[in-house]
């Protein structure tokens, strides 16, 4: 299986400032279509999940410009510009290149 | 407004079985494949099935395989896991979820908390 490995798994911001998780993968996740299927969910309290990010860097309908993706390969990351209070909450990155699809740990964001 | 919403968790025994059920509208349920996702405060989030459009592929992650079932009725727009020989380690959050690798197409329902307890 491939494994997905996160960091930091707590990461407190203030307000304002920027915020970055890192997602690291123990394969290569471009499929055979050449597509890198790496997400990003979004798993705020009392919430479902939320796709934030999917094939490294486009961003699902309604997600704030504040959200970014990049990378490729193996190493891939998530970007938030401006940490808003109603980004608190757990992010994880998920590959969906090999089955069984896998999650990183998840990384907490909260307020400081 | 797309809707999933997901039914028949419970507290069961282990060794025992439970079908949860996932009712879809507001997009067109027979074009997607469709998948079992849950939650579990110690493991985070976890894939447990997929099945395609017209139910004749199906996808699973190996602690499960041979003891959970996923089937849809496309007709009724419902999506189903059967769960048998459940061990305490199935409890979770269970998500019913239509997603699309290539595309903006992402839809979670509330979610049915199955716990498995003596």
Known sequence: DVVMTQSPLSLPVTLGQPASISCRSSQSLVDSDGNTYLNWLQLRPGQSPRRLIYKISNRDAGVPDRFSGSGSGTDFTLKISRVEAEDVGVYYCMQGARLPWTFGQGTKVEIK | ?118
């Open chain 2, 1 to 118: 407004e797309v809707q999933l919403v997901e039914s028949g968790g419970g507290l069961v025994q282990p060794g025992g079985s439970l079908r949860l059920s996932c009712a879809a509208s507001g997009f067109s349920f027979s074009s997607y494949w469709m998948c079992w996702f849950r939650q579990t405060p110690g493991k985070g989030l976890e894939w447990v099935a997929n099945i395609k459009q017209d139910g004749s592929e199906e996808q699973y992650v190996d602690s499960v395989r041979g003891r959970f079932t996923i089937s849809r009725d496309n007709a009724r727009n419902s999506l189903y896991l059967q769960m048998n020989s459940l061990r305490a380690e199935d409890t979770a959050v269970y998500y019913c979820v239509c997603t699309t690798r290539s595309s903006s197409t992402d839809y979670w329902g509330q979610g049915t908390l199955v716990t498995v307890s003596s």
